[in-house]
């Protein structure tokens, strides 16, 4: 009996010492993920700002892409004459448009 309350005691000691591991663990790791969190929170908010930039500079969109590419290809894309093909010329009303969205 006295062997056996020896052998607990000694896995109480090796618990105590893996309890006391795992504490300092969370600790560490809480607090990584405490300043993970407000990094996060910092980046978030500089990517509105940047994004609120962006907004306000008017940045070219997708749809102007497609519009240029539309007039190079050969088609007006002013409100006159819009998707109809162009006849080898410039039509100046096409490029008042292109050149107020830029």
């Known amino acids: 009996m006295e062997k056996q309350i020896g052998e607990l005691y000694e ?3 090796e618990l105590k010492g893996k309890l006391s591991d795992l504490l300092e ?3 560490r790791l809480s607090m ?6 407000n990094r996060l929170e910092l980046e978030e908010a500089a990517q509105d700002k940047v994004g609120e930039e962006m907004e306000s500079l008017k940045v070219p969109s997708e749809g102007y ?4 590419r539309l007039y190079e290809e050969g088609f007006h894309i002013c409100n006159l004459e819009f998707g109809s093909p162009r006849r080898n010329e410039d039509c100046m009303f096409c490029l008042d448009f292109l050149s ?3």
Do not use: F, I
Request: hydrophobic fraction near 20%; aromatic fraction near 0%; avoid cysteine.
């Open 11 to 13: 896995q109480l000691g």
């Open 32 to 37: 990584e993920n405490h300043h993970l969190r």
């Open 25 to 27: 663990e969370n600790h």
């Open 100 to 102: 107020k969205t830029k």
């Open 65 to 68: 892409d497609n519009l240029a």
